[in-house]
């Protein structure tokens, strides 16, 4: 009698099991962090520098990686990013004291060619992960900006 008890608990802890990785499997990645870019410059004059600003977010339980590749590629339309290839050292953000992971943010100056109508982009490559996957991630954003 116990060993069928311990047999039903083995099946019941593996079920269980089962359960959490099909669980961690069905986890859509993109919604594990943000994408931000709040205090990007939006209008500026030509000839005058602004700022791009990029944040990831990690939610809570996910983190993006301080060890796999980051890398954001930016090109401009009427406005020129003073770098044009960014890395997870470029990042402004540091762990704080007792922190495990910082969550990488990017402000890069730019400056405005001429008058219309502009915009930033920012092909991005990074891994987010959580203690059951680490998954890589290719977003890409574009930014308008108004040069006056």
């Known amino acids: 009698m116990k060993a ?3 047999t039903a608990l083995a099946i019941a802890v593996l079920a269980a099991a089962g359960s959490f990785a099909a669980y ?3 986890v859509d ?7 931000s870019t709040e205090g990007t410059t939006r209008t500026i004059k030509a000839g005058e520098k602004g700022k791009l600003v990029i944040q990831i977010t990690a939610r809570p339980g996910a983190h993006i990686s301080d060890e796999a590749p980051l890398k954001i590629e930016l090109s401009g339309t009427r406005v020129k990013t003073e770098k044009e290839n ?3 050292a470029d ?13 990488p943010r ?8 001429s008058a219309g109508h502009g915009s930033v982009d920012a092909k991005m490559t990074f891994f987010v992960c959580t203690e059951t996957i680490c998954s ?13």
């Open 4 to 6: 069928l008890k311990n």
């Open 24 to 26: 961690a499997a069905d």
């Open 29 to 35: 990645p993109s919604s594990l962090y943000e994408l």
């Open 86 to 88: 960014l890395t997870l």
């Open 91 to 103: 990042s402004v953000a540091k762990k704080a004291e007792g922190q495990k992971y910082a969550n």
């Open 106 to 113: 990017f402000e890069v100056p730019l400056i405005a060619n």
């Open 136 to 148: 890589r991630q290719k977003k890409t954003l574009s930014l308008p900006i108004e040069v006056q």
